[in-house]
């Protein structure tokens, strides 16, 4: 993550924030209008998607397992990640004035620093659930119980409240002089500390140690767990085998890859090439495509959801 190293002091004639006020997307009439459609057909896209996928593994017996447990899980996080960007966004693409009271826009932070973070973990968990799928087939339902998988999720949560209380109560001990405008569209970190009045060193070094420590642990259990799985494939004997090990995999690293390299180009970029500008764009794609794709990946790529989602069709036709 890029810092900003300039040291700023504090003002006398300060007058502490109440409200911010976002500097948006754009301010062309024209494409404000054609955003605003794109991405609410996004966000409902990103609701049904996340909400039938939800819905779908909980009315079919055959993805009672603990893989689709874990992928429910994923889809509800989906829309509650996504629900705290992109309604206010909405409200705001149209309205000239942008504006968001200080405790909305440390809610908001709060809630999105939560869900972002436990993504993480939960990707981490959904990558050991498949190692163990392939490297222990025979032991798969007893080591993956019914209570290991929630606390898979407890723990993914927990981390995410955890994050977000610290980075929050940081925040808190910053002071920001009114008008103060976020040049953004959401309440994110980096844009704050250009807001802020007082020196922000230790927020940011705060943000870029906490960053780099969950990053670490989950990429950790992540590269752990597909180590593993190519060492218990490159030992299969069957071709057929090898194809299925494999084709389980596909979706969810997938879903790795365009959650990190979005995610990257939001907070890993270098400070040279890493304006407040181009964040936005990259921020867009973070908080928004990315929700919408989890449900899309899984049942393009997966048999077992589209087997489970054609029979619950004919039994609803039939009945």
Do not use: W
């Not at 910053?174 to 927020?203: E, G």
């Amino acid at each position: 993550m890029s810092l900003h190293s300039t040291v700023k002091m504090p003002d006398d004639n300060c007058t502490q924030v109440t409200q911010f006020t976002f500097s948006g997307l754009t301010e062309h009439p024209q494409l404000k209008h054609i955003l605003f459609a794109l991405f609410l057909g996004t966000y409902v896209l990103t609701l049904a998607g996340n909400l039938s996928l939800t819905i779908l593994i909980r009315v079919s017996p055959q993805l009672h397992t603990p893989m689709y447990f874990l992928l429910g899980s994923l889809s509800f996080l989906d829309i509650c990640y996504s629900s705290t960007i992109s309604p206010k966004m909405l409200l705001d693409l149209p309205t000239k004035t942008k504006a968001i009271s200080f405790a909305g826009c440390l809610t908001q932070f709060y809630f999105y620093t939560v869900f972002a973070t436990a993504e993480i973990y939960l990707l981490a968990a959904m990558a050991y659930d498949r190692y163990v799928a392939i490297s222990k087939p025979l032991l798969y339902e007893v080591v993956m119980s019914p209570n290991v998988c929630m606390s898979l999720v407890a723990v993914s949560y927990i981390a995410g409240f955890l994050n977000a209380i610290v980075h929050t109560s940081a925040l808190l001990r910053l002071s920001f002089c009114s008008p103060s405008v976020i040049n953004n569209f959401y309440c994110d970190a980096p844009p704050l500390f250009v807001a802020a009045s007082t020196d922000t060193r230790f927020n940011e070094a705060l943000v870029f140690l906490l960053v780099g420590v969950n990053i670490f642990a989950s990429n950790l259990l992540i590269f752990t767990s597909y180590a593993c799985i190519v060492v218990a494939v490159s030992r299969m004997g069957s071709a057929t085998g090898r194809r299925k090990a494999c084709s389980t995999c596909a979706s969810h690293l997938a879903a790795i890859i365009i959650f990190y390299v979005s995610g990257a180009f939001n907070y890993m970029q270098p400070s040279s090439s890493n304006s407040l500008e181009s964040k936005k764009i990259s921020s867009i794609f973070y908080t928004i495509i990315v929700p919408m794709l989890n449900p899309v990946i899984y049942s393009l790529r997966n048999k077992e959801v589209k087997h489970a989602l054609s029979s619950f069709i004919r039994r609803k036709t039939c009945f």
